[in-house]
């Protein structure tokens, strides 16, 4: 028997004190706030309360909220043209890609929806490769330990914390892992079977980690002495946040293949990998593919992001707020040696470790609720600042200002 319409419709609405409290699936650990507007380097929420914001987005929103220039992009071409398809050019995706060649050097770009999308299309990438070249044998995809590379069943098999597994398995095989920073070990599992070699240039969400320049050099070695792909997964730590537009100039070493996301139109769903000549032939008509991938909206964002950058010197910005962010910290790990460690990072993505007994989600929580700083806690208890590269002093000296009072309420 149907059922009539009334009798679908969801029982009477408990008042709500939360926007889809009640119906969004509760597969994340929500804070009891609801955003509403951002402005810069603030969220307000719906009770009018001001936020200093020094999340993002998750590393996201790096010209802060609400930018004019993204949002004039975003309206600009809304009005013009939303969605093509991948069957024929189009100018957004066309300009971009030719853009993030241009500054990265490698040859072609694919476009996704989502970082976990372009890893899981490096890694198709990098078995296909070696299918075409007729390497039957070169199957395994090698990361590190500690590493995330998303929640696919592809980019989950590479991510290594048994963690986000459990309950998931089987995974697909020919994942294997290695000890990250450890060069010795890099050496004895890369060979002849390892189709791609995929790193973090700094770890994030195991508690942001940078790689060391003599791992990722040793990377760069062995792939290139057993044919192997390096792929850096630049997803949280790229697109400017450790001061320069990608994390692997930092480190002075080229990978043949570069993922994307996050960042990139500065909060619009987009992700890429950035693929060298060598391997960019690989994926052919019908091989992979997304439906919204390379949309015109978020490339239309996208490039509004890169003319923004391209109008000031941002990277200086960046290594200027990141030294006093990381000066901050460490004057707070070293007033508090029993709470904290000294700070990880590199430019404005930064770790404070918090020790044991103390746990970094109290004081995401209290600084919350009480100061209206929203920080954000990662991997192994650490508190993890990535803020919007645009932030200024005064906000970081106000951030920092909160740590003490913060403490004596928490402690
Ligand atoms: C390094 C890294 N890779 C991949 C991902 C997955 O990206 P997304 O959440 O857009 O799927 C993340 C997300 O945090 C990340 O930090």
Known sequence: MFRTQAAIVAPAAAVEQLPGEAHLLQNYARAPIAIVRGEGCELVDANGTRYLDMVAGIAVCALGHAHSAITEAVATQAATLVQASNLFYHEPAGTLANELARRSGLERVFFCNSGTEANEAAIKLARKLAFRKGETQRRTILACTGSFHGRTMGALAA???????????????????????????????????????????????????????????????????????????????????????????????????????KALANGLPIGAVLIDAKASRALQPGDHGTTFGGSP???????????????????????????????????????????????????????????????????????????????????????????????????????????????????
């Open 159 to 261: 991510t290594e914390n048994p963690h986000y597994h459990e309950g998931f398995e089987p995974l697909p095989g020919g994942f294997a892992f290695t000890p990250f920073n450890d060069v010795a070990a890099l050496e004895s599992a890369i060979d002849e079977t390892t189709a791609a070699f995929i790193v973090e240039p700094v770890q994030g969400e195991s508690g942001v980690k940078p790689a060391s320049p003599e791992f990722l050099a040793a990377a760069r070695r062995l792939c290139d002495a057993h044919g192997a792909l390096l792929i850096f997964d630049e997803i949280q730590c790229g697109m400017g946040r450790l001061g320069t537009l990608f994390a692997f100039q930092t480190f002075g070493v080229r990978p043949d293949a570069v993922t994307m996301a």
């Open 297 to 411: 909206v978020p490339c239309a964002a996208a490039l509004a992001h890169l003319r923004v950058r391209d109008a000031s010197d941002f990277d200086a910005h960046v290594k200027a707020m990141g030294t006093l962010l990381r000066g901050g910290l460490a004057a707070i790990a070293e007033r508090y040696p029993d709470v904290f460690e000294a700070p990880r990072g590199i430019g404005l993505m930064l770790g404070l470790p918090v020790r044991p007994p103390h746990a970094a989600k109290i004081f995401v929580d209290r600084a919350r609720e009480s100061h209206q700083l929203l920080l954000n806690a990662a991997g192994d208890n650490t508190l993890r600042f990535v803020p919007p590269l645009v932030i200024d002093e005064a906000q970081i000296e106000k951030s920092l200002s909160l740590f003490p009072i913060l403490l004596k309420h928490t402690l």
